[in-house]
């Protein structure tokens, strides 16, 4: 083996740490580790390993795989472990660097067959660890007699493990966030967070800026609207997205099982404490804790929650020790908070402190074209999870899902669009399959008990869907299913 100066390691080193800060999949990166490691020591073969989760008691078998492979035979690559096991395991299991330079005389070998079968002279095996985590194992072996390795190159493979470990680690971070990103814009989509209405602009603004803060946040919406959803896309894309998203329904419980599930309680401090139980807000510390329902909070239980926005401290309930916690407070409501306000069933100063972002969200009945494009995510949902090809909604459906009055808003939409993929056949969805007649919104009260000319209808069904649509005209006439040209026919006509 030719021995390698300083400086032909130090820039082999540096550039590959230059490739790979571009790299961001795990495969790709390992790769290029190896065939750094295979030409800059001149090995003929080199293989990484990649562990699981270690197990209690160290290594356990089945929680390592070979993640890339260099100059083995692709029949080969399914035994590598197998080639020099013993290797890996002292690797991956202790830590330990491993070097031979002849296996020979190295007793670790002496039952080792494959080594023998394989011609291998020598063997170097490092582990590859960041922090106190080994996530895996870098191996390279020499076959032949004029083969050779030393000392030298087993420090030079070490800086190459460390190196590829920071970026492996790195790279299982960034594919970890993009699955978790993709995760959330799929469920997004899917419950209906999506529009381009004037109404949902302004969601998407306010939820923008609320994001990167810490402040409580109140979200006002009738029930069905994704109230949760926006709680979740605040908590998991904002600064809290490491820490737990605890959820609590506060209409369904007394004012003492709703105490005891938000602050715990001590034993014997009512009938049925029989243990000391910790609260959902320390179970939140760090993370975010959403309030649903916040309205149906007795006053008593407001109060407290006051505190612990304000002071980050509570007792639990029959306690006499003060709890800390660091939690930020989403709290949602479908009840008119002004109302509420008035009647004196919600306390001014508790509404004040929430009161710091509020995000209105509106219903889909006043959403317009947003309850297309919704049902259209759905539709592909439904489609990918039932196996079927995709479908398409007919005009008349298109027009029954516009008119419609939503008063379940997203949650019905999504229920009404579930059934329909299950029960049409075919390319297309028509009116039928939503089964919405029975509950159509009816028309607007007429003066006139006569019959009104056609041209009459048909100007204000435009003109009503063009304020739908805010002056667009080409979704107006999408969602008419007109030609654009006909609309603005029409309207040059009507206005000259």
Known sequence: ??????????????ALAKELAGIHHPGELLRA????????????????????????????EGAVRVETAGGFHREATHSLLAISGSAVLLALDQGNSVLTIDTSSDPR?????????????????????????ILGALYLDWR????????????????????????????????????????LRDRVADEGLIGESPAMRQVFRLMETALPTHAPVLILGESGTGKELVARSLHSQGPRSVGPFVVQFCGSLTETLLESELFGHKRGSFTGAVADRKGLFEMAHGGTFFLDEVADMAPVTQTKLLRVIEEGEFRPVGDSRLVRVDVRVIAATNKNIGEELRA????????????????????????????????????????REAGVPFKELAPEARESLL???????????????????????GEWIADEHLELGVCRTPPPPSDKAEAQPLEDVIRRTVLARLERTGGNRTQAAYSLGVSLRWLQYKLKEWHG
């Open 403 to 425: 008119n419609y009055g939503w008063p379940g808003n997203v949650r019905q939409l999504r229920n009404v669009i579930q059934r329909a993929v299950l029960v049409s056949d």
């Open 109 to 133: 070998f002496d039952s080792a067959e494959s080594v023998v079968l394989h011609g291998i002279r020598s063997v170097a095996c490092v582990p590859m660890r960041v922090r106190d985590r």
């Open 144 to 183: 032949g007699a004029e083969a050779s390795v030393d000392r030298d190159a087993l420090e030079f493979l070490e800086a190459l493990a460390t190196l590829g470990a920071v970026a492996l680690d790195g790279a299982r971070v960034v594919e970890c966030l993009a699955a978790e990103n993709r995760s």
């Open 344 to 383: 004196g069933r919600f306390r001014e100063d508790l509404f004040y402190r929430l009161n710091v972002f509020t995000i209105a969200l509106p219903p889909l009945r006043e959403r317009g074209d947003d309850v297309l494009l919704i049902a259209m995510s759905y539709v592909r949902r439904f489609c």
């Open 33 to 60: 580790l190896v065939q750094t490691a295979c030409t800059m020591l001149e090995a003929e073969r080199g293989f990484a390993v990649l562990r699981e989760e270690p197990e209690a008691g160290g290594f356990a």
């Open 1 to 14: 083996m030719k021995r390698r100066s300083d400086r032909e390691k130090y820039e082999a080193l540096r």
